[in-house]
């Protein structure tokens, strides 16, 4: 007996690989369009900003708010993470009573914490205006920047706890529409107001600030809104000493993360200028698209990791890996290679700035993520995998790399010396993953057909360096030169052919769109 036929086998995948990237799809669609919904906000907000108070004050403004950036991820200690654990367990165990404790252990632990940095901050805040202060520059006015600033801290922390309750329900949807949406609307909405009534860093401050607080409040609803009828009514009770012992060394990986942390911006004030912080932000602002589908799958990515790892499939969770890899590649690959081909119009047409060296700065950050994302999530397999600690070590030394190189080249090299030590320690760190993930889980991200985003990025490029040798020189003509690279890296892509994994999910949405439209509805199974 043959049994049934699988279906599957006619799209050349296995029943179980099918799931695996209905599941990544599915779950990364909703995350991606909410990083796409957040990084055009961002994007939109910058450069409304460089036009309306100048780059140098723009800069002088990302110091104070990466600062507290970092002062909120340290308030976090790791409660995020031990929270989504924890409450995923308890409800997996039908523990009531443990999935309240341990929101109220987690909220209790960074409302402490966040209690803790706040303080430091305000009685710092003059040592902190003298750090960050150029030469001439009124330190008492950048401290009065963090005292402005400070409610950001425990406001942060309690909305990414909250955030991270929800996604414990095996939902990404309140998550996203809380960071992705709610709160990133917030801040364009009275940002753009404040400066144009004139507040100039005060008014970002307080935008980023009253953004915040209603994310918040909007994650706090979400959570009440999911509490089961038997959760709510269950007497709280949580193992506290097991949630912090988790939850430490996570914070340390997230503290240290390279691409989290924003180095370059507190490095370029304390040794640089409030121009070249701007010059920094306008060129970190521009990769924003190339790396917005790596951004959106490491959530989906990561439970999907410790399923497949723990459950013994290892060789599933290999070719699932090669697949969100290409993934990855097919989308950023030709974004970051406009960027290096045409940094000069980008950094000219976003912040308004004909500073010599921030064409430099977008080439050299576009350098460093070709090995951020082509490299995959690589990070979340060590952690997922049991081995949060070859992470955090990973993290340490790229952190430590990069101060001593940082403040090495600042005086000499600036903005352009920070951007090349970025894009170095970018790649080192990244690398060095892939081999470790290599020897202790036995995969790789790099398949048999990831040849063909290469191929084709390499071909748009050389149309789009082709059109260079057209006479004239104008920014529509450049513009025509970008849209005909693009074209032709879709022509490539397309005579390359679909991967089974690809053709499997235009697929489904075509099946999917195709009811719709017959009027019928529904999901039509349960995927």
Not at 446 to 463: E, M
Request: charged content about 15%; proline content about 4%.
């Amino acid at each position: 007996m043959s049994g049934p036929p699988d279906p599957f086998r006619d799209e050349g995948l296995t029943r179980g690989a099918a799931e695996d990237i209905r599941t990544v799809a599915k779950g990364g669609a909703v995350q991606i369009a909410g990083q796409v919904v957040s990084r055009s906000l961002s994007f939109l907000f910058y450069a409304v900003a460089f036009r309306l108070v100048g780059v140098a004050t723009v800069g002088r403004y990302r110091q104070v708010s990466q600062a507290l950036t970092i002062a909120g991820q340290v308030a976090l200690l790791g409660f995020n993470y031990a929270a989504m654990r924890f409450i995923a367990r308890a409800r997996a165990q039908g523990r009531h009573e443990e999935v309240r404790g341990a929101m109220r252990v987690a909220v209790t632990g960074v409302l402490l914490a966040s209690l803790f940095v706040t303080v430091a901050i305000v009685v710092l805040a003059e040592p902190l205006g003298r750090l960050f202060a150029e030469e001439g520059q009124d330190p008492g006015s950048i401290a009065t920047f963090f005292r402005i600033g400070v409610a950001y801290v425990p406001l942060f922390a309690l909305t990414q706890v909250l955030r991270y309750c929800t996604q414990a329900y095996k939902t990404m949807v309140p998550s996203v529409m809380v960071g992705g949406i709610i709160q990133p609307v917030a801040r364009f909405v009275f940002g753009i107001a404040l400066l144009i009534a004139g507040l100039a860093v005060t008014g970002l401050l307080a935008s980023l600030v009253v953004s915040v607080a209603v994310g918040a409040v909007a994650a706090a609803w979400y959570v009440r809104r999911m509490l089961t009828e038997d959760e709510r009514a269950a007497s709280p009770r949580a193992d506290a000493g097991a949630m912090v012992r988790f939850a430490l060394p996570q914070a340390g990986a997230s503290l240290l993360s390279i691409q989290d942390l924003g180095l370059g911006i507190i490095l370029l004030g304390v040794s640089g200028t409030d121009l070249q912080v701007g010059v920094f932000t306008a060129g970190l602002a521009l990769q924003g698209p190339a790396t917005v589908f790596l951004g959106g799958i490491v959530n989906i990515w990561a439970p999907v990791v410790s399923d497949l790892h723990g459950r013994g499939e290892i060789g599933r969770l290999g070719d699932l890996y090669k697949t969100i890899n290409r993934w990855v590649a097919t989308f950023s690959f030709p974004v970051i290679a406009v960027l290096i081909l045409e940094g000069d119009l980008f950094i000219e047409l976003f912040a308004k700035t004909r500073d010599p060296s921030a064409g430099a700065v977008v080439v050299w950050l576009a350098i460093g993520n070709i090995f951020y994302t082509g490299t995959g999530p690589t990070g979340y397999v060590l952690s997922m995998t049991g081995r949060p600690g070859v992470n955090f070590m990973n993290s340490a030394v790229g952190v430590a790399l990069y101060i001593v190189l940082g403040l090495w080249v600042i005086p000499e090299h600036g903005v352009v010396g920070m951007a090349i030590v970025t894009a170095g320690i970018t790649a080192a760190v990244n690398l060095a993953r892939v081999i470790e993930a290599k020897i202790l889980v036995g995969i790789q991200p790099f398949g048999r057909t990831f040849y063909k985003p290469v191929v084709a990025t390499l071909g748009g490029s050389a149309v789009l360096l082709a059109w260079r040798l057209v006479p004239g020189e104008s920014i529509p003509i450049e513009i025509a030169g970008i849209l005909l690279g693009a074209l032709a890296y879709l022509a490539i892509l397309k005579m390359l052919g679909l991967d089974p994994e690809e053709r499997h999910v235009y697929d489904r949405i075509r099946k999917r769109m195709f009811r719709r439209s017959a009027g019928k509805g529904g999901d039509g199974d349960a995927d």
